[in-house]
């Protein structure tokens, strides 16, 4: 079976609101599927009634959701930046898992972290990930995709070109 990975990323930005991008990658790290989202600003009627889950709604449930609707290769695995995108295994049947990364030089562009999700570490190779405690099934099978491709590349480089393309793709996030 041929691995893709996909990759989320949501971040946030104090004027625009939430922007988010998706990438599937082959097993060479190469491209096969991108889309990002236009910004979207929660509502203050949203922020009072989701209180501290506001960021899982919007990450997750909301952007991370609609992404990976529009995509037509399904990932074997799927991989986010933010605790608060992890939201999105309560929407989605495919194993996600979550990869630190850091935030990024970008200034502008932060990682939400608010979250109230449980979960779980794990340790694959070098990597260390956290996946939803509600859902810490992830199988050999998924586990084994992930260690063959971190041999062919650094599986958090895509996040990267994920953050490049918001940038590209809604310049005023880059102007702050």
């Known amino acids: 079976m ?22 599937v990658v082959n097993s060479h790290a190469r491209p096969l599927e991108f889309y990002c989202t236009m910004p979207v600003k929660p509502s203050r009627a949203q922020q009072l ?7 899982e709604f919007v990450c997750g449930e909301q952007i991370a959701k609609a992404l990976t609707t529009k995509g037509k290769i399904k990932p074997n695995v799927l991989l986010v930046d933010s605790l608060a995108t992890l939201a999105i295994s309560h929407v989605c049947e495919l194993p996600v898992l979550h990869m630190e990364i850091g935030d990024s030089s970008e200034s502008s562009l932060s990682i939400p972290s608010t979250t109230t999700l449980k979960h779980q570490s794990l340790t694959v190779g070098q990597m260390s990930l956290k996946v939803l405690s509600s859902r810490s099934y992830v199988n ?11 041999e062919a590349f650094d599986l958090a480089e895509p996040f990267d070109r994920i953050r490049e ?12």
Not at 2 to 23: C, D, F, M, T
Not at 49 to 55: A, I, K, R, S
Not at 140 to 150: G, P, R, V, Y
């Open 140 to 150: 050999e099978q998924s586990i084994a995709h992930l260690e063959s491709m971190a």
């Open 165 to 176: 393309a918001l940038l590209e793709a809604h310049p005023i996030a880059r102007a702050a």
């Open 49 to 55: 009634l989701y209180g501290p889950t506001v960021d």
């Open 2 to 23: 041929v691995a893709h990975l996909g990759y989320i990323s949501v971040k946030r930005h104090s004027e625009i609101g939430y922007i988010g991008g998706y990438l």
